[in-house]
DNA sequence: GCATCTCTCGTCCAGTTGGTCGAAAATAAT
DNA sequence: ATTATTTTCGACCAACTGGACGAGAGATGC
């Protein structure tokens, strides 16, 4: 049989790396010949794996989702401290992450968005991560500033971020 | 000589109708046929007003980017009264506007977006607006915080927005 | 009337798109 | 060696892309 052994764990390595190239150029942005390339891999091959282009965009979309589901935080040192160090990560990749969350959010309604299974989960995840840090008081809170304060960074090109 | 007397006014509506358009199917999304037919007028005349797609798109964004910038803030009322007032107008299309940005700012890199000259109007416009609120310390935190509960209640879908 | 200007339009182009398909290569089981 | 199965590939398709272009429509100045 075939080189694969796991073929949905080779899927998912596949949809993490064209996360990144979705994330760069956009949904419309890129084609499947594109993505291939960037693959190392022929366009047929990727038609393999992912019927259509969106089943691609979308396995993509959730891997980057739940990617910071799995993220270890510190529980050591002051809740600044775990803050921060959290923020650091999340910093890194805030503007395309959050790049591809639009992409994935555009034109749907906020119904649509509230009930979409993807973002229930990763916002249910920030929050819990928050919680740890910071208490169920007050993670709902800190998650909004922690939000504002990374987006006033992307939107300044890092400029603000004092 | 031609109907339209005013050429830059009516270049200008031309981009702030399609700026609803771009941010509802992103920049790759839409062609410039599309654009032109929910224009209702002819792809030529479109392109005779806009040399590529990239002019309309830029005109677009800086029209949207700057539209804030005249939203009139009532300055009676307490900081609270005023704030709610003010997220209330920026919340009913910051999903679409955002989107737009983020697509504008797509595949920038920090040094470029800091020295955009769109994104340097825009977030200085407002700042400006939190100055006029809660003063010159408090405008950058302020604005961060409404960043932040804005963008929470986007990704919930408003369901969060208690 | 006529020339002149802006504006609009349909048509054309080469290049790209998502997706299909049949064949070839690669692997494994027998 | 001969199957059977999976993976890869290049070629192909209709549909669409941004943009170019010349012709005509509408309005104004003379």
Redesign the pocket.
Known sequence: ?????D?DK?RCELAERAAGFFSKHGY?G?????I?DHLG?????L???F????ALFLASTKVVMSRTAGAPIDTMGSQEAQLAALMDVLRANFGSELTLVFDYLRGKTPEEIASDEAMQISLSTYLNIMERIVGPERASQTLSAVMGELMLDYLSGGVLSD
Chains 1, 2 share one sequence.
């Open positions: 049989m075939p080189k694969i052994i073929r080779y419309a890129v084609g499947m010949r594109g291939a891999m022929s366009k047929s091959a038609y393999h794996y019927p259509t282009k969106e």
